[in-house]
């Protein structure tokens, strides 16, 4: 059975940080690529960052600077730092995992991420 969780979710302060991680089963994790996207209230979901099984990455616009992906294979396990967040960083975080020729692919549950004053 597949699973992704996620983890590290929670409030915080404009200017704070967050680490979130996803934590994968069920899957060859080093065939994955692996990404993070978030959807907020009334919006689409987007890509925030991802990261290919040979360690390449590409971030949103609106994060670059801000966000770091990486992942442990020996942990089966990518990480999002999140630093020096913003209110628009609010949303819900999704974590999700895409074999190398773009199918199968699979959704984390989401982990809640707010940045509030």
């Known amino acids: 059975q597949v699973q992704l969780v996620e983890s590290g979710g929670g409030l915080a302060q404009p200017g704070g940080s967050l680490k979130l991680s996803c934590v994968a089963s069920?899957?060859?994790?080093?065939?994955?690529?692996m990404g993070w996207y978030r959807q907020a209230p009334g919006k689409e979901r987007e890509l925030v960052a991802a990261?290919?099984?040979?360690?390449?990455?590409n971030y949103a616009e609106s994060v670059k600077g801000r966000f770091t992906v990486s992942r442990d294979n020996a942990k089966n396990t990518v990480y999002l730092q999140m630093n020096s967040l913003k209110l628009e960083d609010t949303a819900v975080y999704y974590c999700?995992?895409?074999?190398?020729?773009?199918?199968?692919?699979?959704w984390g549950q989401g982990t809640q991420v707010t940045v509030s004053s």
């Open positions: 999700r995992a895409t074999y190398w020729n773009g199918s199968p692919y699979y």
């Open positions: 990261i290919t099984q040979g360690g390449s990455t």
């Open positions: 069920g899957i060859s994790f080093s065939r994955y690529s």
